[in-house]
């Protein structure tokens, strides 16, 4: 069930008064956000208009501002997102996401992600000099050291499952946990390994076979996440000093933690030029990740939306 509450205004004055209510401050666990870009386009005449400050350090101050009244309001473990694009003065970029960033880890929150929204259909810069931007940056941040995540729901599969280099295994032949794991054997592959030479023959080491059993997994059976077969996740040598490389290493077989570069490609608004992202996609990836809900959306409007699954 969605229910959500518009507060129309300038998002400053708004959030102002809504944390003066002790009833609002520690209770959002998220906060969304596509503030207007520096010096990017004017949206209309509002004199409270964030985008068109004199330097960039100012319209950096006005944001962390913003985004500080948004950390009282926010829970213990709640999070912000910000999408938002960087500016060129002339041939040189400004950097204001990581500015922004670093402006509000003096604030107190945590970077946890400054996760790189690659438009593949991107516009094509009309500077003949200068590269054409292709991606944007959803920062991720929390009020605390960490935030909810719910990192499972957004779990995916290996790349070479993923892009079909290997093939989707028959059911019977997927483990999915270590059965019967023999520590004491394990040790002893960890020592025979951990102590060989780069000229160390293969044939006096544990087959990968081998070290897939002592961990508890059928060499022959495959992992849910990446469909390559146990003996594939074992290493017997490796090229240098390996002492603290995993000699058996297994995908969690919930999946892979998604990366941090999002292909999300833009679309049209409402027939006009203003090529945005669909801000739903970014709402149905942090559904996902956050489950149940009650968040606050700025810069259109401030809408408090809450989501009870
Ligand atoms: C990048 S757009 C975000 C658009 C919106 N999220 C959407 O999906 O259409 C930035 C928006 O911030 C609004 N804005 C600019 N200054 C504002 C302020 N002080 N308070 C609230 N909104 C503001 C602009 O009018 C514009 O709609």
Not at 204 to 229: N, V
């Amino acid at each position: 069930m969605i229910s959500y509450q518009v507060l129309k205004g300038d998002c400053y004055e708004v959030l102002k008064r809504l944390s003066a209510d002790p009833e609002e401050r520690g209770k959002y666990r998220l906060v969304v956000t596509s503030p207007p870009y520096y010096g990017h386009r004017h949206y209309g005449k509002d004199p409270h208009e964030i985008g068109q400050e004199q330097t960039a350090e100012i319209f950096i101050k006005k944001l962390a501002d913003i985004f500080t009244i948004c950390k009282d309001l926010l829970t213990e473990d709640g999070s912000l997102w910000i999408v938002i694009g960087d500016t060129r003065r002339r041939f040189g970029k400004l950097l204001i996401p990581h500015r922004l960033a670093l402006k509000l880890v003096d604030r107190g929150y945590t970077i946890r992600e400054d996760i790189i929204w690659f438009k593949k259909n991107n516009v094509s810069s009309s500077a003949k000099d200068n590269f054409s931007q292709a991606y944007e940056l959803i920062l991720f941040l929390s009020k605390g050291e960490k935030s909810l995540a719910n990192m499972s729901s957004m779990r995916i599969r290996g790349n070479e499952a993923r892009e079909g280099r290997n093939k989707t295994p028959p059911r019977h032949m997927v483990q999915y946990e270590s059965i019967n794991r023999d520590k004491n054997r394990i040790e002893e592959i960890k020592e025979i390994i951990r102590n060989a030479k780069p000229d160390t023959n293969f044939n006096e080491l544990p087959t990968t076979g081998e070290i897939a059993r002592a961990y508890g997994y059928d060499p022959e059976k495959y992992c849910p996440t990446c469909y390559r077969k146990f003996k594939r996740h074992a290493t017997r040598k490796r090229i240098g000093d390996h002492k603290h490389y995993p000699i058996f290493a297994v995908c969690n077989p919930a999946g892979k933690n998604p990366g941090n570069v999002w292909d999300i490609s833009t679309k049209a608004h409402y027939g006009n030029e203003h090529f945005a992202i669909d801000k739903f996609n970014i709402f149905d990836i942090l559904k996902r990740f956050l489950r149940d809900i009650l968040f606050i959306l700025l810069f259109t409007l401030v809408i408090q939306v809450s989501i009870v699954s």
